[in-house]
């Protein structure tokens, strides 16, 4: 059975960091990228940052850009996401998702429809 377990969220202050981790088991995914997803209440699902299937290349939607990374780490089938300097307007449900393609070199991840494979999620409030 495939799965994508997050974890790493919690309660912050503005400005505080987390460290989000999000760990697949049931197959490998070193041949797909990997995204981050968020939604808030009321809010449609969105995208926040994704990462290559080499690790090579990183994308991120504007709002989080410079204060986001993401990374992974094929060894341990992990994909992480960085947040530092966080914004009340960061809280939200906090996804990962795997690509549907494999060793896919384009630039367009941003579709939540490209994603197959979802975790189930890890709160993130940022309080001010």
């Known amino acids: 059975q495939v799965q994508l377990v997050e974890s790493g969220g919690g309660l912050v202050q503005a400005g505080g960091s987390l460290r989000l981790s999000c760990a697949a088991s049931?197959?490998?995914?070193?041949?797909?990228?990997m995204g981050w997803f968020r939604q808030a209440p009321g809010k449609e699902r969105e995208f926040v940052a994704a990462?290559?299937?080499?690790?090579?290349?990183?994308y991120y939607t504007d709002s989080v850009k410079g204060r986001f990374t993401i990374s992974r780490d094929n060894a341990k089938n992990t994909v992480y996401l960085q947040m530092n300097s966080l914004k009340p307007e960061d809280t939200a449900v906090y996804y990962c998702?795997?690509?549907?393609?494999?060793?896919?070199?384009?630039?367009?991840?941003?579709?939540?429809?490209?994603?197959?494979?979802w975790g189930q999620g890890t709160q993130v409030t940022v309080s001010s």
């Open positions: 998702a795997a690509d549907r393609r494999t060793f896919y070199g384009g630039s367009t991840y941003y579709g939540r429809e490209l994603y197959d494979y």
């Open positions: 049931g197959r490998t995914f070193s041949r797909n990228a």
């Open positions: 990462i290559s299937w080499s690790g090579g290349s990183t």
